[in-house]
C-alpha cells in the first residue's frame, strides 16, 4: 500500500504564502516514479493540474500559477509546493499524486492523498 500525507494548508489572506508538503509511505517502487505533483479542486470547477515535478526534476505549471508557485522536492518520495502572492481564485482542496510507470508496456499508477485545503480570503 502506498500512502500520502499532505500538509500545510489553511487560511490566509490574499498576498499570502503558503507552503504545502507531501510525504509518500508504503511499498513504492522509487525507481519507477515518473513525476510529483499537486492537483486542485475548487468549488464549482474542474479539477486541474498545478504542478509537477518529473524524476529528472523537470518542472510543469499550469499558466495561473507561473511565477507565483514553485514546486520541489527534497527526497525521493517527498514533495512541497511553495505558493506564493495567493489569490482568491488559488482557494482549493489540493492533492499530492504521484505517478508511477512501470514495464516496457507502460503500467501507469497515480496514488493521491487525502487532501488539504486552502483558503484565500481576506
Known amino acids: 500500500q502506498v500512502q500520502l500525507e499532505e500538509s500545510g494548508g489553511g487560511l490566509v489572506q490574499p498576498g499570502g504564502s503558503l507552503r504545502l508538503s507531501c510525504a509518500a509511505s508504503?511499498?513504492?517502487?522509487?525507481?519507477?516514479?515518473?513525476?510529483m505533483g499537486w492537483y486542485r479542486q475548487a468549488p464549482g470547477k474542474q479539477r486541474e493540474l498545478v504542478a509537477t515535478?518529473?524524476?529528472?526534476?523537470?518542472t510543469r505549471y499550469i499558466d495561473s500559477v507561473k511565477g507565483r508557485f514553485t514546486v520541489s522536492r527534497d527526497a525521493l518520495t517527498a514533495v512541497h509546493l511553495q505558493m506564493n502572492n495567493l489569490k482568491s481564485e488559488d482557494t482549493a482542496v489540493y492533492y499530492c499524486?504521484?505517478?508511477?510507470?512501470?514495464?516496457?508496456?507502460?503500467?501507469?499508477?497515480?496514488?493521491w492523498g487525502q487532501g488539504t485545503q486552502v483558503t484565500v480570503s481576506s
Open positions: 499524486t504521484i505517478r508511477t510507470v512501470a514495464g516496457v508496456n507502460p503500467n501507469v499508477h497515480d496514488f
Open positions: 508504503g511499498h513504492i517502487y522509487t525507481n519507477t516514479i515518473e513525476h
Open positions: 515535478i518529473s524524476s529528472d526534476g523537470i
